[in-house]
């Protein structure tokens, strides 16, 4: 018969993970972010119905924030060539959805609907 033994785990060291920095301007949860391609911006989406773009080595937002959901932005996505940026957002659970495309440059948003 094979015998085994039961050896207790290392103790898991204790890792603190310290900000960097701190971006602020959303009202309520963020719900979903998302980096740019380059690592040097990100697009988050939060209960305030914006989506707001950050450069992440200045620490401020790039532009002012825009609406782009009549409830929450629950999720975002940034296309590979960083020149779109996809939001989903709705009421939890209730009605129907939102999904908008827009140009990050231009801001010209293409409204989805049938979700």
Known sequence: MASTSIRPAPAAKKTILTPVITLKGHE???RSISYLPDGKQMISGADDK?????DLE???E???SRKVCEYAVMAVAVSGD???VVTA????HHGPGELNAWEVDTGIV???HGH
Request: net charge positive; with cysteine.
């Open 28 to 30: 309520g949860c963020i």
């Open 50 to 54: 914006t989506a707001r773009r950050w």
């Open 58 to 60: 200045a620490a401020k």
């Open 62 to 64: 790039i532009e002012k």
């Open 82 to 84: 960083s020149r779109r």
């Open 89 to 92: 957002g709705g009421e939890y």
């Open 110 to 112: 293409k409204t989805f």
